[in-house]
């Protein structure tokens, strides 16, 4: 059929325009959640590698500090130990540790002893607060009365290492103390990374420690690279006693440059950018769930206060010195001169015993990790038991709870990390199979009338048109209730509830979906008074309800009834969305509000669904504090009942 070449001309321009919107309103979207992309998946990454390589130099460095607070625990309780007895101590603690260089005590800031003494002879005698080097920072010691990691400094007799000062502090009757002396420990600095094979880079990323004497930003690199740190790295700062180191990393090819091309809009097109997006959300919240556990174990090491008791071979407690009370089961001069048998439960006795007569008969470390209800509260403890003589062992223990927690809390965490990945895979599937539909249907038949569009009737335009315009506002709807979805799980999509008239907004939805229930013959009517009011948010309400109304339509026929009713009580609201259409089985209302179940549903005129919109209407209404239910039987119709709580 001839046409005039006006009309020729406005049809392509109309496609345009429609086809212009919908690629518009995709690629706003995709600038909204792919910002940044690339690098943030690279920094995430590398932060999460950061952590662990920092945990690890942490527990590394901690376990060969403990050794000279054990040191200076059992000096609290013999301060007048002489360099034999000291020899056995240190032989005990450090004889297989190939980290650790020499350990040494010295009385009054004086070295008196060191282990192992060959080829260190001439350092006995020394006093650290004449030494040029060692006196500011023994003198800081002392002051802070914490342990001090000095370093890495290059040692007389050749390498580099890190040099753990403790000072040791004397109690006396009336809760004053003096100060009795220093114990040190050389750490040997390569060996410590090599044991937990630390290295300056990897197949993928350089890294830095900064921070000689724990000065943290404000001091020198003392490994890897200095220039990684002016070049905008990811950072994380190593805990120490005193101070803090900064471990940097980043790519070895450096920063690139990650701004947006056509290609990556294409790749948009075909939605997993969109999928790219929702990981990078997903990893950053584990990692602050990951920095909370982190600031947890910080905390535990920075209030740490050891145990420390002297218990002879028939389990009796000889010496005490607790650092904090609280921690002991009980007050400690009703501990003095009991036996573990006398304080626990024969279970827990003959627990303890065991260990104690292992360190007697191995004269070996043995370290054991136990609860204890203390004043109705549980605590989680780690102990060593050095052997002492013949006859005693000494026992350290330390308050581990804060950290028990924290791997509890971390495995919650990797559990939701696997809902999380199951949901991205739901959402994976949703995009690839309902939302290329629509656009499929627009370009093949725009292609058909920009190529044939003369050979059309009027009739034949209008109903591709039509079809066109239906994938339009299909796209719409699902990208709608996929955006809302997803920023309900990221926690970006306000709630601001109020009182607002029920009827006035039953009424706005049957007003703007009539049109689709009169094309299929369906009656849409309500039965709510005037002046019902509910307290809710308006916006999530009013999703709740289109959609409802929407589903009710979709699977209704000719001569089929639609109402919206509603029911006060005393203490909520009930709505309840009655349709006489298809109905459903059992087990697909069993399935309605699960994600990982969710499937595409076709209703009685072939429109096309996903199911997430029902997720939506339940994820809203249980944000309200209400619950959604629905009651079906096949053939006979469908009512969704919401019930929201009334305003307190």
């Not at 792919?34 to 920094?43: C, G, H, L, P, Q």
């Not at 709608?480 to 997803?486: G, R």
């Not at 601001?496 to 979906?513: A, D, F, R």
């Not at 589903?551 to 029911?567: M, Q, R, T, V």
């Amino acid at each position: 059929m001839p046409v005039s070449s006006k009309s020729s001309n406005y049809s392509p321009l109309l496609i345009a325009i429609i086809s212009l919107v919908v690629f518009v309103f995709i690629i706003l979207q995709y600038t909204e959640f792919s910002n940044d992309k690339k690098e943030k998946d690279i920094r995430a990454e590398l932060d999460e590698v950061l952590i662990s390589k920092k945990s690890q130099l942490e527990k590394a460095l901690y376990s060969r500090i403990y050794y000279t607070k054990g040191v200076a625990a059992y000096i609290t309780i013999n301060p007048n130990i002489d360099a034999a007895i000291f020899e056995n101590l240190a032989n005990e603690l450090i004889k297989n540790d190939t980290v650790i260089s020499t350990m040494a005590i010295s009385p009054n800031s004086i070295l008196s002893a060191i282990y192992p003494m060959k080829g260190h002879e001439s350092a006995v005698g020394l006093n650290l607060l004449e030494h040029p080097e060692r006196k500011i920072i023994v003198e800081k010691t002392i002051e802070t009365r914490n342990t001090f990691i000095a370093g890495p400094v290059e040692l007389v007799e050749g390498g580099i290492a890190f040099i753990s000062y403790t000072p040791v502090f004397l109690k006396h009757g009336n809760d004053s103390t003096s100060f009795w002396g220093m114990t040190d420990i050389v750490i040997w600095k390569d060996k410590l990374f090599n044991e937990i094979k630390l290295n300056t880079k990897d197949d993928r990323y350089v890294y830095a420690l900064k921070g000689i004497d724990g000065t943290g930003n404000n001091g020198k690199a003392f490994w890897g690279d200095d220039k990684i740190f002016s070049s905008n790295p990811v950072t994380v700062d190593v805990l120490l006693p005193t101070g803090t180191w900064v471990f940097a990393a980043m790519p070895i090819e450096g920063w690139g440059d990650y701004t947006d091309n056509t290609e990556a809009i294409i790749i948009f097109l075909y939605i997993s950018a969109f999928i790219i997006s929702l990981l990078i959300f997903f990893l950053s919240r584990a990692m602050i769930k990951l920095r909370n556990n982190e600031k947890e174990l910080t905390a535990l090491f920075e209030s740490m206060q050891d145990i420390v008791i002297q218990l002879n071979s028939k389990g009796e407690y000889i010496k005490i010195a607790s650092a904090n009370q609280k921690l002991l089961y009980l007050p400690k001069e009703k501990l003095l001169g009991k036996s573990l048998y006398e304080i626990f439960d024969k279970e827990k006795a003959d627990f303890f015993m065991d260990a104690v007569n292992k360190c007697l008969s191995t004269k070996q470390l043995v370290e054991i990790e136990y609860p204890m209800i203390i004043e109705d509260k549980e605590y989680w403890f780690n102990a060593r038991l050095s052997y002492l003589s013949e006859d005693s062992v000494v026992y350290v223990a330390y308050d581990n709870t804060l950290k028990k927690r924290a791997e509890e809390r971390l495995i919650e965490s990797e559990k939701k990390m696997q809902e999380l990945n199951k949901t991205k895979d739901k959402f994976f599937s949703i995009i690839a199979h309902d939302l290329k539909n629509p656009f499929i249907t627009i370009i093949g038949f725009s292609d058909l009338l920009i190529t044939e569009f003369s050979e059309f009737s009027d009739e034949e335009k209008i109903y591709y048109l039509q079809e066109m315009k239906k994938s339009a506002h299909l796209s719409h709807s699902l990208l709608q209730n996929l955006l809302q979805w997803s920023r309900s799980q990221t926690g970006h999509l306000e709630f601001n509830p109020c009182s607002i008239s029920l009827y006035g907004l039953v009424s706005e939805n049957i007003q703007l979906l009539g049109k689709s229930a009169d094309k299929k013959g369906v009656q849409l009517s309500t039965d709510i008074p005037n002046d019902l009011m509910v307290f809710a948010d308006e916006d999530m309400l009013n999703t709740v309800l289109r959609n409802l109304i929407s589903n009710a339509i979709k699977f209704s026929s000719k001569e089929d009834k639609i109402n919206i009713g509603a029911i006060e009580t005393n203490d909520s609201i009930q709505i309840d969305i009655t349709d006489t259409g298809t109905g459903m089985e059992p087990s697909r209302v069993e399935s309605l509000f699960k994600l990982d179940e969710t499937r595409s549903t076709i209703g009685t005129d072939n429109e096309s669904g996903t199911g997430l919109g029902l997720i939506l209407c339940k994820e809203f209404i249980e944000k309200h504090g209400g619950k959604i239910t629905v009651a079906s039987h096949l053939g006979v119709g469908t009512t969704f009942c919401i019930t929201l709580p009334k305003r307190s």
